[in-house]
């Protein structure tokens, strides 16, 4: 059983900066994709960027340019790095692991972590 745990999230004012960790257990992070998802008050769950073993990434359009997904695969954790946030980006954040192809979401989610966004 893979455990995610996030960590990082808060209350900041528009245009300001947060990042995101989550620590993952287990021997095969280095194996999974990781990804971090969204979902904000009555609204559907969406997936927000990815980062294979390799180090690519991927990003929904609507955070292309002010977030950042990053991995330590020796820490066994993934980051997410937000920048000049938005009160749209006011949501739980969700980390992601899976062996998932192409843009979706992993098998293993965590608990999540608030994010809010002051205007």
């Known amino acids: 059983q893979v455990q995610l745990v996030e960590s990082g999230g808060g209350l900041v004012q528009a245009g300001g900066s947060l990042r995101l960790s989550c620590a993952a257990s287990g021997s095969i992070f280095r194996l999974f994709v990781m990804a971090w998802s969204r979902q904000a008050s009555g609204k559907q769950r969406e997936l927000v960027a990815t980062i294979t073993r390799g180090g690519s990434t991927n990003y929904t359009d609507s955070v292309k340019g002010r977030f950042t997904i990053s991995r330590d695969n020796a820490k066994n954790t993934v980051y997410l790095q937000m920048n000049s946030l938005k009160p749209e980006d006011t949501a739980v954040y969700y980390c992601?692991?899976?062996?998932?192809?192409?843009w979706g979401p992993g098998a293993y989610w965590g608990q999540g972590t608030q994010v809010t966004v002051s205007s």
């Open positions: 992601n692991a899976g062996f998932q192809t192409g």
